[in-house]
């Protein structure tokens, strides 16, 4: 079975533009989160999404923002991109039961310039 | 707040031998989940162990054992037999009740695990 993808791999950005990162869970998984982590740092919550609708959300400005389509996969929208927004942004599917154990994507590393 | 403190930023083992990798937490939540995570140089978070605030064994997943003491909040995470493929960073985290809904982890800052043959 495929595990989580998330696309793009890699990404740099200029301050001050948008970016937008896509992640499909693995089949079955209907919840979807995001996490940021940056170099030297456990992963940040940033996210979760289950059935469309945003469940909950970490300490992370308005400029973060997320949706999640009826497929169940997600997309994560940053603006006015800052150098401090340079990370490593990873998505992880569960089931919306038991454990909840999240499984993670190889995440998508962006760079801002 | 919830807490996750791993104090081991880096830990050298050589293979064939166990290692211990040091994990406490801090939650006033009665019901909360632990787990560990392996990530390799590839940057994907790998799933290891899960340990639930009120099993009863510890809980072991091949080579994989957590040593979780739940009055010192302590989730340690024993590998057996060190492999050269070990070698990564192993993260603590936990979600305590009040995330379950959001199934929100918070991590610790994570431990870098080096085999030596």
């Known amino acids: 079975d495929a595990g989580v993808t998330q696309s793009p791999t890699h990404l740099i950005k200029t301050r001050g533009q948008q970016v937008t990162l896509r992640c499909s869970p693995i089949?079955?998984?209907?919840?979807v989160s995001w996490y940021q982590q940056v170099l030297g740092q456990g992963p940040q919550f940033i996210f979760q999404y289950y059935e469309k609708e945003e469940r909950g959300r970490g300490n992370f400005p308005d400029r973060f923002s997320a949706r999640q389509f009826p497929n169940y996969s997600s997309e994560l929208n940053v603006n006015a991109l800052l150098l401090g927004d340079s990370a490593l942004y990873l998505c992880?599917?569960?089931?919306?039961?038991?454990?909840?154990?999240?499984?993670f994507g190889p995440g998508t590393r962006l760079t801002v310039t | 707040a919830q807490k996750i403190t791993q104090t081991q930023p880096g830990m050298f083992v050589q293979e064939k031998e166990a290692v211990t990798l040091d994990c406490t937490y801090d939650t006033s939540d009665q019901s909360y989940g632990l787990f560990w995570y392996k990530q390799p140089s590839s940057g994907e978070m790998i799933f290891l162990i899960y340990?639930?605030?009120?099993?009863?064994q510890n809980a072991t997943e091949g080579r994989y054992s957590l040593n979780f003491q739940k009055a010192r909040k302590s989730a340690n995470l024993v590998i057996s037999a060190s492999q050269l493929g070990d070698s990564a960073m192993y993260f603590c985290a936990m979600r305590g009740a009040r995330d379950t809904g959001r199934r929100a982890l918070t991590f610790g800052s994570g431990t870098r695990l080096q085999v030596q043959p």
């Open positions: 340990q639930g605030s009120y099993d009863e």
């Open positions: 089949s079955g998984h209907k919840s």
């Open positions: 992880a599917s569960s089931y919306d039961r038991g454990p909840g154990e999240q499984y």
